[in-house]
């Protein structure tokens, strides 16, 4: 199965900066998706990336907050814009096998203080 | 309001315990995927049921959808401290072949030696 190889792994920012992370699948893949986890609960899915167009954000995520590129079919990433401590959790870049099942990037554990 | 609810939320067991979590929902599902998580990893995908009723069995792990397509459930068998982690249940979030995934707040396991 594809593997994604997301990075950095952990980071701890100043807030009011801003952290670009990146994910590298090693296939060409369609659609990719970045979720938001606080530690030890749910996913939720702030916006789909598709090569070739904007991304599409869900409710409650907005393109100036969370900047997404997908320049190929292999690559996309996402930055956190003038970060402040509630936007301090994991956050996970995926893509799909099939048409539902997701595999995952390892993580950005983000705090910011 | 969550669109899938997993209980309990927390399971702590000795080891060779047996156990049984469960994802339920409202609305009817063509599939329903059961995820492990790991600290500092992203979600494994463990199985996907698709049939009303089915049962998919690996190794101690066996996988059941509701006759109605609306809920999951999963039994370990002589559960091991490798059966550690976060369980997640997932679902199509879209209407169509979106590809986006709604994740249930997740069981987090714990097996003690």
């Known amino acids: 199965s594809a593997v994604i190889s997301q990075k950095p792994s952990r980071d701890i920012c100043q807030r009011g900066t801003s952290l670009t992370i990146q994910c590298q699948v090693d296939?060409?893949?369609?659609?990719m998706f970045w979720y938001r986890q606080q530690p030890g609960q749910s996913l939720t899915l702030i916006a789909t990336?598709?090569?070739?167009?904007?991304?599409?954000?869900e409710s409650g995520f907005v393109i100036d907050k969370f900047p997404i590129s997908r320049p190929n079919l292999t690559f996309s990433t996402l930055t956190v814009s003038n970060m402040s401590p509630e936007d301090s959790s994991i956050y996970l870049c995926?893509?799909?096998?099939?048409?539902?099942?997701?595999?995952f990037g390892q993580g950005t554990r983000l705090t910011v203080v | 309001t969550q669109l899938l609810e997993q209980s309990p939320q927390f399971l702590s067991i000795q080891e060779g315990e047996n156990l049984t979590m469960y994802c339920n929902s409202s609305?009817?599902?063509?599939?329903l995927q059961w995820y492990r998580q790991e600290p500092g990893e992203g979600p494994v995908l463990l199985v996907t049921?698709?049939?009303?009723?089915e049962v998919k069995k690996l190794k101690r792990l066996t996988f059941q959808f509701g006759d109605a397509s609306k809920d999951s459930s999963l039994h370990i068998t002589a559960a091991q401290p490798g059966d550690t982690g976060l369980y997640l249940c997932?679902?199509?979030?879209?209407?169509?072949?979106?590809?986006?995934?709604?994740f249930g707040q997740g069981t987090t396991l714990q097996v003690k030696p």
């Open positions: 995926s893509s799909l096998q099939g048409n539902t099942e997701a595999f």
């Open positions: 296939s060409q893949v369609t659609m």
């Open positions: 990336a598709n090569q070739g167009s904007e991304a599409t954000y």
């Open positions: 609305r009817v599902f063509s599939s």
């Open positions: 049921v698709v049939t009303g009723g």
């Open positions: 997932a679902g199509e979030g879209g209407s169509g072949n979106t590809g986006k995934l709604i």
